[in-house]
């Protein structure tokens, strides 16, 4: 099992960077393949990004390729999402996740992550 907590999140204007942290607990974290994803206010849980259980396989939703990139480091159990070039498109919580699935076409579905953060709200303005 594993506990997730992010951080991060604020408000910043349009075209700005960000950085979320997600730090994990347990001892098993490098077992787990981690993903970010988001949900805008009356919209569903969205994909974001997913990274391989070392790090070498990384899975981008198209709407943040080349903007958003992922990150881990095991030896401290934690996991980063990078966000550069923000637009008020990209507001929404953010919640970090992790599956032991490892089939990457499954990645993209948030019902394969059995642990979830609470979330981290980021806000961008125009």
């Known amino acids: 099992q594993v506990q997730l907590v992010e951080s991060g999140g604020g408000l910043v204007q349009a075209g700005d960077s960000l950085r979320l942290s997600c730090a994990a607990s347990?001892?098993?974290?490098?077992?787990?393949?981690m993903g970010w994803f988001r949900q805008a206010p009356g919209k569903e849980r969205e994909f974001v990004l997913a990274?391989?259980?070392?790090?070498?396989?990384?899975y981008y939703a198209d709407s943040v390729k080349g903007r958003f990139t992922i990150s881990r480091d095991n030896a401290k159990n934690m996991v980063y999402l990078q966000m550069n070039s923000l637009k008020p498109e990209d507001t929404a919580v953010y919640y970090c996740?992790?599956?032991?699935?490892?089939?990457?076409?499954?990645?993209?579905?948030?019902?394969?992550?059995?642990?979830w953060g609470q979330g981290t709200q980021v806000t961008v303005s125009s």
């Open positions: 990274i391989s259980r070392s790090g070498g396989n990384i």
């Open positions: 996740a992790a599956t032991s699935i490892l089939d990457g076409s499954r990645w993209y579905t948030k019902s394969v992550y059995a642990y």
């Open positions: 347990g001892r098993t974290f490098s077992s787990y393949v």
